[in-house]
């Protein structure tokens, strides 16, 4: 069946995709997204460019239709050599972005895992990052995911680049806006234009994607060695800019870069 999707952009014809879904869940009123089906063959490209044809059940394809009907579906790539499904499928909420408690157990888990085969392989020479003949698809380990995401200032990356996702949108509660740092330290895969693809794991792809449709995503560059972290997990809002808090105890640790 043919799909309307997100993130076609680096999709081949034999690649192996998850398709996410990002959607209102009419029991809390909550904006979510959640893995709606893992390891789908693409058949084909769609006659649009954000469609593709995929190969499914009767059963998923209901699944699909329903989807796209009532919410927005995007493409997580993976390795065509991985059948691998998560164990505990789960979703992201707009809680996840500001508690940031699982995007932080999520990012040790990549770090440990995903992406430092990725610089190992870099490194050896086994794989380059920076090849656009190599398909993305080879170029993601097996637990990894490709996610594109549309961003603010994807002209400064390049394949193999180091970047964290920051995010603007709306405080639920205060409903005033407010700019989160969504993910860190993910390694650009491809740059396309004004996207780029990332290596994540399938449960990062759920909160970036929660991400890209609840705000606006930005892109800061940050050097590959650098593995230094904001000890705790906190959020810019008017307030800040106006006290100049936060941007006081900033300047406090220029004295030690």
Same mark, same amino acid.
């Given at each position: 069946?043919?799909?309307?999707?997100?993130?076609?952009?680096?999709?081949?014809?034999?690649?192996?995709?998850?398709?996410?879904?990002?959607?209102?869940?009419?029991?809390?009123?909550?904006?979510?997204?959640?893995?709606? &089906?893992?390891?789908? =063959?693409?058949?084909?490209?769609?006659?649009?460019?954000?469609?593709?044809?995929?190969?499914?059940? =009767?059963?998923?394809?209901?699944?699909?239709?329903?989807?796209?009907?009532?919410?927005?579906?995007?493409?997580?790539?993976?390795?065509?050599?991985?059948?691998?499904?998560?164990?505990? =499928?789960?979703?992201?909420?707009?809680?996840?972005?500001?508690?940031?408690? @699982?995007?932080?157990?999520?990012?040790?888990?990549?770090?440990?895992?995903?992406?430092?085969?990725?610089?190992?392989?870099?490194?050896?020479?086994?794989?380059?990052?920076?090849?656009?003949?190599?398909?993305?698809?080879? @170029?993601?380990?097996?637990?990894? @995911?490709?996610?594109?995401?549309?961003?603010?200032?994807?002209?400064?990356?390049?394949?193999?680049?180091?970047?964290?996702?920051?995010?603007?949108?709306? *405080?639920?509660?205060?409903?005033?806006?407010?700019?989160? #740092?969504?993910?860190? *330290?993910?390694?650009?895969?491809?740059?396309?234009?004004?996207?780029?693809?990332?290596?994540?794991?399938?449960?990062?792809?759920?909160?970036?994607?929660?991400?890209?449709?609840?705000?606006?995503?930005?892109?800061?560059?940050?050097?590959?060695?650098?593995?230094?972290?904001?000890?705790?997990? #906190?959020?810019?809002?008017?307030?800040?800019?106006?006290?100049?808090?936060?941007?006081? &105890?900033?300047?406090?640790?220029?004295?030690?870069?």
């Amino acid at each position: 069946m043919s799909i309307r999707a997100l993130g076609t952009e680096v999709l081949d014809e034999g690649d192996h995709v998850d398709i996410l879904v990002f959607i209102k869940d009419p029991m809390t009123g909550m904006e979510v997204t959640k893995t709606l &089906l893992e390891d789908i =063959p693409v058949a084909l490209e769609g006659p649009k460019p954000d469609e593709i044809g995929v190969q499914v059940l =009767p059963g998923e394809a209901e699944l699909l239709a329903l989807g796209q009907q009532s919410g927005t579906l995007q493409i997580s790539l993976r390795n065509p050599d991985n059948t691998d499904k998560q164990n505990a =499928p789960c979703r992201a909420t707009i809680e996840t972005l500001f508690t940031g408690q @699982r995007t932080k157990a999520l990012k040790m888990q990549r770090l440990q895992t995903i992406q430092l085969e990725a610089i190992r392989d870099e490194a050896s020479g086994k794989e380059d990052a920076h090849d656009q003949k190599v398909r993305v698809s080879h @170029r993601i380990h097996k637990r990894g @995911r490709a996610l594109v995401l549309p961003v603010m200032g994807a002209e400064m990356a390049a394949n193999g680049d180091h970047v964290d996702i920051l995010v603007t949108l709306e *405080n639920p509660k205060s409903k005033s806006p407010v700019a989160i #740092t969504a993910m860190t *330290n993910l390694i650009v895969l491809s740059v396309e234009q004004g996207k780029i693809c990332v290596l994540v794991l399938p449960q990062e792809a759920e909160i970036l994607f929660l991400a890209s449709q609840l705000g606006q995503l930005l892109l800061t560059l940050r050097n590959p060695g650098d593995l230094d972290e904001q000890s705790d997990h #906190t959020w810019t809002n008017i307030e800040t800019l106006l006290t100049g808090k936060r941007p006081i &105890l900033l300047k406090k640790r220029e004295s030690t870069l």
